[in-house]
């Protein structure tokens, strides 16, 4: 028996965990009373139930909860059950962001809901405090959320758990605001000013040669590749769970594009859980 308890701060993402969890042919239930939760883990254990994989979402509804973790933890002990608490989190102003575009009301019911938020986050201090997993979905992308959580879930080293996004952008268009690192690459020729690569992207073969045939992009991925190896194991420690890697270029067509693909084989290779986006690869550049 699998159990995963998916807990956390509302608005935080438990609702998009347990679909995720469902897909993976988890018996997902969302806010079961908890004095419920023992009783029907037990009914799951019984001869001849096909349930093994258990997702349980409880948020500030279940306060009880709250107070009986010692309890359940003992109950769980006494089953031989293995579980994971997962605390979902996020910072305050996307929360209230979250709320105001769904429209909906905080479960807490103020009137104000940056003060629903400041209590609510008082009365989960206990469970964050003894989750198996904190996750910040600050910036996180649903499917990045549910590549980290299959990561945890496959997974019995505690903390040890980071996702890499790498993804090239265009300076033209702004930095992107979720970036943890973010480089510069419009130190390199331009595959722009050549006619033949001018309308291909840095995914082409041709555009890659032009940008790597140059010693000062082979150099720079050299010492980028060196650096983020040094980053990685050190943002483990700190449990930190998103790496936003950012390269720029002029237009985020050509050389950024090329960077960003080249770092993410060398991550791959290095067998790291890493996905590559291009931001504005795709927008229509008139003007470098």
Known sequence: ????????????????????????????????????????????????????????????????????????YKELDNMKIKFKIIFLDANDDILIRRFK??????????????????????????????????????????????????????????????????NSFGFKYGIPIDSDLVFDVRFMGNPHYIPELQPLTGNDKEVQDF???????????HKLEDMIDFLIPNYKKEGKNLLVVNIGCTGGKHRSVTIANKLFDHLISKGHSVIVKHTDVEKNLKNY
Do not use: W
């Open 211 to 221: 940008v790597m045939e140059q010693p000062q992009a082979i150099e720079f991925l």
């Open 101 to 166: 575009e769904t429209r909906r009301n905080h479960p807490l019911g103020s009137v104000q809901i940056s003060k629903s938020i400041a209590k609510e986050r008082l009365l989960l201090q206990v469970v964050k405090g003894k989750a198996t997993e904190v996750i910040d979905t600050t910036h996180l992308l649903t499917r990045e959320l549910k590549e980290l959580l299959l990561e945890i879930l496959h997974s019995d080293k505690k903390f040890d758990n980071l996702m890499i996004s790498v």
């Open 1 to 72: 028996m699998e159990l995963v308890i998916i807990t956390g701060m509302s608005g935080a993402g438990k609702s998009a965990a347990l679909k995720f969890l469902e897909d993976y042919e988890y018996y997902c239930i969302d806010n079961l009373p908890p004095i419920l939760m023992s009783s029907f883990v037990y009914t799951c254990l019984r001869d001849g139930s096909s349930i093994d994989k258990i997702a349980i979402g409880l948020d500030i509804r279940s306060e009880e909860f709250f107070y009986q973790l010692d309890e359940m």
